[in-house]
């Protein structure tokens, strides 16, 4: 067979701008930053897993035991961490405490950013932007006037000293991701529902909020994680050992002067960020689907 | 004789008078300057205390005990809550803000100078325990009183010395360790060259950072002089920071990131030889499971920070108070049990317990067989007497806490050991942060 009879015989299914997709590019363009990125996402939780197993002999010794592998697990660290301190106790408070000013935080937000968004009142966009504005407030400087009002309350050292204040950062945050979703809403379906009778709170209720679940999902997913890694506030209104949360906590117990026990530590934080890995992993298309847009007019 | 004339005699009879008179006074006022206060507590008063983490277990479990001993003797309960120690700060301004919170912290450093209008004055209390117990230290004056009083009750300071393996400074050829500073960087050059460096915390280290100042004090520099003038851009600085650029590459690499807790890292696994640490490093290794660990705790001694050309010694450590609210209703109480926990009886059981890791602000407790038990943890004995204020010469106040908080020391030599900046302008640049602190 000559060179022109195999030329002739190929046969190319390849369509469009397929032609440019060579293994080469693609490694280039997909694989490679598709590993760093893996790479740079779960190498904590990796560090974290391993730390967590590892006896403090290997800990500490890097020239007789590899830094990344573990030769003999140990669940010494976790124990500590359960029974020597009073980590579930600090994971429930925490729980409670990130789920209760997330719903509060959705209430009041569902509310704020349909106002603003739909009724067509005077300043309404001002009002947005300075509702933005109030989460660049940092709560650093929060905090001290905001303790007076939970002192002035009684909420001192009580779980809802940070479920009323979690809200002063959530809000504004959640307020503010739901006026750009409510915006990509069609007016024709609130219109229509108007022409049938329907209340305002009735749209609201029965129209807006089914369409608006990935952007109530996304808003929610936020605000429970910062209500769940929040430190300062839970730091300041929180003085009882079993009133703390995960953050506040660990480092209390976990830390003695200048020894950290890493591998508690470790487990700590790996146990604390698995709620919200779960809780991302259940609800991660709806959280896509909130970033790239509502219902298509 | 011809001199001396009948109004001299007059005048040398009556000031004779005048000694005996005064002396056959002062006598009664001592022995009642021992006497406790009268402080009746208030009815049914309960106190909370706020103190940090313990460093050691012992710690708290002494002072836990020690508390109910105060509770079962005054019926006043004590409730104990804990947060890690660079955290209390905070809490203590909130509460201070707030005018709520605590009765009584436990705190490091300066804090209580932030806010002295709103503490109880502990003069009567501070003043029968330093008479009681040989007398405070001097820093412990400079910590713990704001003009004549007290307003706030000195607990000691954890501590920071010289930790290192003997076998390694021998074999570097040196069969003690260094007192002086060329001394010591002969001795950080020759590990180096053995292969067993040395390694000082140069990242934001509240505690084991504070080897910094012992170097810049040394050499005579001082952020302050005691008009609170900003004198740190002086010719004893850059001889310091000098200093710090010839020994910073006998270090063991990363140092300029090193926090608290990385160089007992470094020195249990065997990366360096030699730290500035509290005792925790060779409690760490005594106690640990590990055999080659346990090994190294034989190996491990401990040394005063060594003298520089200012002929005494300029160290710095953790230094720790309490104080006492005004807001709180109960100010007797808090007083009578703060009085108590520092009484010996108490005190010095907490101080065994903690295993020398905090040392003892009154004179009298250095005979503490915490010292004798184990004599590795006696250069630790002497922290507190040796050590200066962070604001030294200047007063405390929010100034110097600024200065301390901002790392500003811990930065300039920072800069200039690793040489990203000559010394002058590492001194230059501490200089303008230093004024606009201690302007405002």
């Known amino acids: 067979m000559t060179a022109d009879a195999n030329i002739s015989t190929r046969v190319d299914n390849r369509e469009g701008m397929q032609y440019l997709e060579t293994i080469p590019h693609r490694l280039v363009t997909l694989w490679i930053p598709l590993l760093i990125f893996l790479f740079v996402l779960l190498f904590p939780f990796y560090w974290m897993a391993l730390t967590t197993f590892k006896p403090n002999s290997e800990l500490l010794n890097y020239s007789d035991f590899n830094p990344l592998w573990v030769v003999e697990p140990t669940l010494a660290n976790i124990k500590k961490l359960l029974f020597d301190t009073q980590y579930p106790r600090w994971l429930l408070t925490t729980m409670v405490v990130a789920v209760a000013a997330t719903f509060l935080s959705l209430f009041c937000s569902v509310l704020a950013a349909y106002a603003i968004a739909r009724l067509r009142f005077k300043g309404s966009e001002t009002v947005g932007l300075l509702i933005f504005l109030a989460y660049l407030v940092p709560p650093s400087i929060l905090f001290i006037p905001l303790a007076t009002m939970i002192f002035e309350m009684g909420l001192y050292d009580s779980m809802w000293a940070l479920i009323l204040t979690y809200p002063t950062f959530l809000i504004p945050f959640s307020t503010w991701l739901l006026i750009g979703y409510f915006k990509t809403l069609p007016f024709e379906l609130e219109e229509c529902a108007l022409i049938d009778g329907a209340s305002r709170f009735q749209i609201l209720t029965k129209i807006i909020l089914p369409l608006s679940l990935p952007g109530l999902i996304s808003a929610g997913i936020f605000a429970f994680t910062l209500s769940w890694n929040e430190f300062i506030y839970a730091l300041a209104f929180i003085s009882s050992s079993e009133n703390k949360t995960v953050p506040v906590g660990v480092l209390t117990e976990l830390v003695e002067g200048d020894v950290y026990h890493w591998g508690s530590l470790m487990a700590g934080a790996l146990f604390g960020s698995l709620p919200v890995a779960i809780l991302y992993s259940f609800f991660v298309d709806y959280y896509v689907s909130s970033l790239t847009g509502a219902v298509k007019e | ?440």
């Open chain 2, 1 to 440: 004789m011809s001199d001396f004339t009948r109004r001299d005699v007059i005048k040398t009879t009556i000031g004779a008078a005048a000694v005996g008179a005064g002396g056959g006074l002062l006598l009664p006022r001592q022995a009642m300057a021992q006497q406790a206060p009268n402080l009746p507590i208030e009815k049914g008063a309960t106190l909370r205390l706020l103190r940090w983490s313990q460093f050691v277990q012992g710690d708290i479990d002494t002072w836990t005990a020690n508390t109910k001993k105060f509770t079962e003797k005054t019926g006043v309960e004590v409730r104990i809550d804990r947060e890690a120690w660079p955290d209390i700060a905070p809490k203590a301004s909130v509460a201070a803000n707030v005018g709520s919170g605590p009765d009584i912290i436990l705190d490091f450093f300066d804090v209580p100078h932030l806010f002295a209008d709103k503490l109880v004055d502990l003069t009567d209390i501070a003043t029968y325990i330093g008479n009681k117990y040989g007398g405070w230290f001097p820093v412990c004056e400079r910590y713990a009183k704001q003009g004549n009083q007290w307003i706030a009750l000195p607990l000691g300071a954890a501590g920071a010395c010289m930790v290192y393996r003997k076998s390694h400074v021998e074999a570097a050829g040196f069969k003690e360790f260094p007192k002086d500073m060329d001394g010591f960087l002969q001795l950080c050059k020759a590990l180096h060259a053995k292969g067993t460096p040395a390694g000082f915390a140069l990242g934001n280290a509240v505690g084991d950072g504070s080897w910094t100042y012992w170097l810049i004090w040394a050499f005579g520099g001082k952020i302050v002089d005691d008009n609170n003038k900003v004198v740190i851009n002086s010719p004893e600085t850059i001889k310091a920071l000098e200093y710090a650029k010839e020994l910073y590459p006998t270090f063991a690499p990363g140092t300029l990131g090193w926090l608290d807790p990385n160089n007992n890292k470094a020195f249990l696994d065997g990366q360096i030889s030699l730290t500035n640490n509290g005792i925790s490093v060779y409690y760490a290794a005594k106690n640990s499971q590990d055999p080659k660990i346990k090994a190294m705790a034989d190996d491990i001694y401990h040394a005063n920070f060594p003298i520089g050309p200012v002929g005494r010694p300029t160290e710095l450590h953790l230094f720790s108070q309490a104080y006492v609210f005004k807001y709180s209703k109960y100010p007797n109480a808090a007083k009578a049990y703060l009085q108590f926990m520092w009484e010996k009886e108490q005190y010095e059981p907490w101080q065994e317990a903690s295993i020398g890791y905090i040392t003892h602000p009154l004179k009298d407790y250095e005979n503490n067989k915490v010292w004798s038990s184990d004599p590795k943890s006696l250069p630790y004995r002497d922290t507190v007497k040796n050590m200066l204020w962070h604001g030294y010469s200047g007063t405390l106040g929010p100034a110097s806490a600024a200065a301390l908080n901002d790392y500003i020391v811990n930065n300039m030599v920072a800069q200039a050991a690793s040489g990203s900046k000559t010394p002058k302008e590492a001194a230059e640049e501490a200089e303008k942060r230093l004024l606009r602190i201690y302007k405002s």
